[in-house]
T-cell receptor, first 111, second 114 residues
Framework: DAKTTQPNSMESNEEEPVHLPCNHS???????IHWYRQLPSQGPEYVIH???SNVNNRMASLAIAEDRKSSTLILHRATLRDAAVYYCILRDQAAGNKLTFGGGTRVLVKP | GAGVSQSPSNKVTEKGKDVELRCDPI?????LYWYRQSLGQGLEFLIY????????KSGLPSDRFSAERTGGSVSTLTIQRTQQEDSAVYLC????????????FGPGTRLLVL
């Protein structure tokens, strides 16, 4: 899977939006962009994914750059429960089904 | 519905002993994955099952590690002659293989080798 680059950590105030950037300059045309998060002492949890168009679901929004070399996960109103490590992962179905996790971004939410 | 379950939740063993870790995937999920997360490190892939066969074993760190899956459901990860560096959280995930496959993770088994 292609490599992604994320900031090590970000801080946010409760009920404010959080924008988590991810750079993936070597993305290929068949790579899907997946986001997972891992809350403390839990297994990772799927958040959202997309290919080219922006995506919204109940948890978050995913904004994908037109050239697909970067994307941003948006948490619209951070809660204390959103404190977690967020992983941006590229998946190419043709290259196998495993997820290759990088270091992720640790999000701290201040009350 | 029920999620992915793993047992035991915690396991303490002595160096040199064998351990077995169990994963019960979500019913109907044909794909199953094992990962591990060592203290202070990221998640690393170990092995992938599609049904009962394992087309990708590339992440198994040594021949002390093996895994099997029977009946297209339950999987067991076995570590023989455990070493202290095997201490980690072992995570299992399952998915229904479609083109945008989402993996659902269990809570993990925390293994400590003394």
């Amino acid at each position: 899977d292609a490599k992604t680059t994320q900031p090590n950590s970000m801080e946010s105030n409760e009920e404010e939006p959080v924008h988590l950037p991810c750079n993936h300059s070597t993305i290929s045309g068949t790579d899907y962009i997946h986001w997972y998060r891992q809350l403390p002492s839990q297994g990772p949890e799927y958040v959202i994914h997309g290919l080219t168009s922006n995506v919204n679901n109940r948890m978050a929004s995913l904004a994908i750059a037109e050239d697909r070399k970067s994307s941003t996960l948006i948490l619209h109103r951070a809660t204390l429960r959103d404190a977690a490590v967020y992983y941006c992962i590229l998946r190419d179905q043709a290259a196998g089904n495993k997820l290759t996790f990088g270091g992720g971004t640790r999000v701290l939410v201040k009350p | 519905g029920a999620g992915v379950s793993q047992s035991p939740s915690n396991k303490v063993t002595e160096k040199g002993k064998d351990v077995e870790l169990r994963c019960d995937p979500i019913s109907g999920h044909t794909a199953l994955y094992w990962y591990r997360q060592s203290l202070g490190q990221g998640l690393e892939f170990l092995i992938y099952f599609q049904g009962n066969s394992a087309p990708d074993k590339s992440g198994l760190p040594s021949d002390r590690f093996s895994a099997e899956r029977t009946g297209g459901s339950v999987s067991t990860l076995t570590i023989q002659r455990t070493q202290q560096e095997d201490s980690a959280v072992y995570l299992c995930a399952s998915s229904f293989p479609d083109k945008e496959e989402t993996q659902y993770f269990g809570p993990g088994t925390r293994l400590l080798v003394l």
